[in-house]
């Protein structure tokens, strides 16, 4: 029976590791071992830090209502709670967005659910 060499499997396999850590530095770029190792972790710090990103945008919205509601004389506490109160159900991306691009709106919005 003949030996069987893998060389093709491989081959394209080492190019695949490597092709998918091309930007990284140094040995992590070209040694199949260390970016094979460096590609694992790259993958691991992306599922991490897809979930971050959500937590880090909401916190971006809140702080941006705050800042907008707060230049009208409420709190952010204190809208969302008289808009739940009034049952507007507007979500902090929407209040965000025209806090930021439309100040009338927002002020509209701020002034119904505070009567």
């Not at 060499?5 to 081959?11: E, F, G, S, T, V």
């Not at 990284?24 to 590609?39: D, E």
């Amino acid at each position: 029976m003949p030996r069987v060499k893998k060389a093709l499997k491989a081959k394209s396999k080492h190019k695949k590791v490597l092709s998918s850590t091309k930007g990284h530095y140094g040995a992590r770029s070209r040694l199949f071992k260390t970016a094979k190792q460096s590609n694992i972790k790259a993958l691991q710090y992306s599922f991490r830090d897809r979930k971050n990103k959500k937590r880090s945008f909401k916190a971006l919205w809140i702080s941006r209502i705050n800042a907008a509601s707060r230049s009208l004389g409420i709190t952010y506490s204190k809208l969302m709670f008289a808009l739940n109160k009034k049952n507007i159900l507007l979500n902090r991306k929407i209040l965000s967005d025209l806090a930021v691009n439309d100040s009338s709106t927002f002020e509209k919005v701020v002034k119904t659910a505070t009567k």
